[in-house]
Every structure is written in C-alpha cells, then in structure tokens.
C-alpha cells in the first residue's frame, strides 16, 4: 500500500469518525431536550390538574366553612376553659422552630378560651402559595408587621419551595393542610390523612432546608367536622394524635372561597364572624383566585386592630 493510500484511508476513517461524533452529539442533544421539554409539559400540566383539584373541592370545602361559622360548631372546639399564657411577640426571624409540648397541645385544643391576653387574632391562610396572591398577602402583612399561619398545600409548596421559604423567613408559621386537597384521596382512609400529612411535612422541610422544623399542626381539608368523611376524620384525629400532630380549625372567617364574595361580602362576614370573640382564627385563602382577599386584607386588618385584636401565630403557642 503506498504512503498515499495510507494517509486516504486515514483520512476517510477520520471523517467516519467524525460522522459518528455527529450523530451521536445530535442524538444526545435531541434526547436531553426532548426530555427537558417533557418535564415542562408534565409540570404545567400537573399544575393545572392540582388546580383544577383545588377548585374542585372548593365548593365542598364552603360548605363546611359554613358550618364552621354555626356559634354550636365553636362551642365543640371550646369544650373547656384554659390558662394558657401566649407571650406577646415573636421570636426572632429566621430561628423559629415550634416546640410541641404537653402545655402547646393543651392550648391549641382550648384555643378559644379566653385568657389574660385578651383579644387576639390569628391570621391563617389555606391552599397556598400560590405565584399571583401569596407574596402579595406577604407584603402586605410585612408592612403591618404581622405573623401569620400559613396551612400550606404539599402539592402547592413542591410547586413554590421558594415562597413557603419567605413565609417562614418573614417570620409567618408553617402549618400543614395535606397534599392533594382532594378528598376521595385525603379521606380515603385514617392512615391516608397521616401519609398526606407526613408527605407535606417531608416538602416543608425541604423547602426550607430544615430537618428539625415541624410543625404539628394540621388543619383537615373542608374543616375537621361532619360531612361525608366524618368517620374517616375522627379516627385520624386519634392516629393524628398518636404522631404528635394537633389540627385546628377557625371560628371566623370571610367566606373568600364561597360561592362568588364581594368586596364588601368579605368586609361584612368578617365582621360578623368576629363579633363577641376573644379569640380568632380567622381562615382565609392565598389560592390565585383569591385577588380580593389581598384587596380587603388592609381593611380587614384595620377593624380588627380597632376592635382591639393583637396578632399572633402559632409559635406564641409552641415555644
Ligand atoms: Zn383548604
């Protein structure tokens, strides 16, 4: 074989080598983006589906807001007269880490005793975060320096890990409300109320880079009483129990996830719902529909700043 032969053949393996290098770059390269694109796909679409959950149970979930609301409902969650001394203020931003104690337990099951603290009022929102309302609400209750509770979605805090990291870094509690909101699922079983709440705590805890924070509180999807799942809800609230995990409900509220509320439907049932109460858990809601609960969040805060409500959370309780 001459020399030049050689150098041909040479050649002519290199530029198959190249061909080669080629095909194989293009593949990657079509691969990586095709299941780049699949994951966004499979993102937004499981946004719309848990969105489309979300709004699903909302009706459902009205409903036992109303419930809620009936003065005989609160009578049940005020069933005996308590101590309990919530210290005013908070702790310092960035450290919070509830402690859950015997003491904490027992005030959060006489949450609504009166006390030598007089009238205070705990801001919770449920469902959250969501991009549209949550950092509105946040800037907002930053402004009046305010903490709150926020009962956030597992579904909702994988979506956001980054605004449930600035609920808790303004200082707000993070509370637990499941992870799907659906309730053929969450009341599927006792056991199933536990894995929603486990799974939640696991995202919580990721999103904000702590092991050791928990919460312990978790608020039951629709409220914790009556309807088509009261049998499931009162035996998970022993199972509930048993894994250290309390759950509060609300006695006031301004019906924002009812039906279609007005401006001035929120204003009023707040009011209303308030009235004569030493002791709030006001529910309300940081879903992207939920425009007008930033809209009236001011005026909101303003009457019960004027009725002589204090803010607090739920770290005053587990401390
Ligand atoms: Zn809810």
Redesign the pocket.
């Known amino acids: 074989m001459e020399p030049s032969e050689i150098h041909d053949m040479i050649v002519t393996k290199k530029l198959n080598m190249n061909k080669v290098l080629i095909v194989i770059t293009i593949a990657v390269v079509v691969i990586a983006s095709s299941v780049t694109a699949g994951i966004i796909v499979s993102n937004k679409r499981k946004e719309k589906m848990l969105a489309s959950m979300v709004q699903e149970n909302a009706q459902t ?1 009205s409903n036992m807001q109303t419930e809620e609301e009936n003065p005989q409902n609160d009578t049940q969650e005020n069933i005996s007269q308590g101590e309990s001394n919530v210290g005013e203020g908070n702790q310092s931003q960035n450290q919070n880490i509830p402690v859950y104690s015997e003491n904490a337990k027992n005030k959060i099951k006489n949450m609504y005793a009166p006390d030598e603290n007089g009238k205070v009022a705990y801001l919770t929102f ?2 959250g975060p969501s991009d549209k309302i949550t950092p509105q609400i946040l800037d907002i209750l930053k402004e009046q320096n305010i903490k709150a509770t926020f009962f956030v979605l597992g579904s909702r805090a994988e979506l956001y890990p980054e605004l449930v990291k600035r609920e808790y870094e303004e200082g707000h509690f993070i509370a637990n ?1 499941g992870y799907s ?1 659906v309730y053929t699922s969450v009341y599927a079983s006792p056991q199933a109320v536990l894995d929603e709440y486990n799974h939640t705590d696991r995202i919580i805890k990721d999103a904000l880079g702590k092991e050791e924070y928990s919460g312990h509180l978790f608020r039951f ?1 629709g409220g914790s009483e009556g309807g088509k799942y009261a049998n499931v809800k009162n035996d998970a609230k022993k199972i509930l129990e048993e894994n250290n995990v309390s759950y509060i409900n609300w006695n006031c509220l301004t019906n924002d996830a009812v039906g279609k509320p007005t401006h001035d439907s929120i204003i009023n049932d707040l009011k209303s719902t308030s009235n004569g109460k030493e002791r709030l858990v006001v529910l309300m809601h940081d879903t992207n529909a939920k425009q007008l609960t930033v809209d009236t969040l001011l005026e909101n805060i303003n009457y019960l700043r004027d009725q002589g409500y204090v803010f607090k959370n739920f770290y005053d309780i587990m401390k």
């Open positions: 979930e449920d469902d409300h909101h999807p």
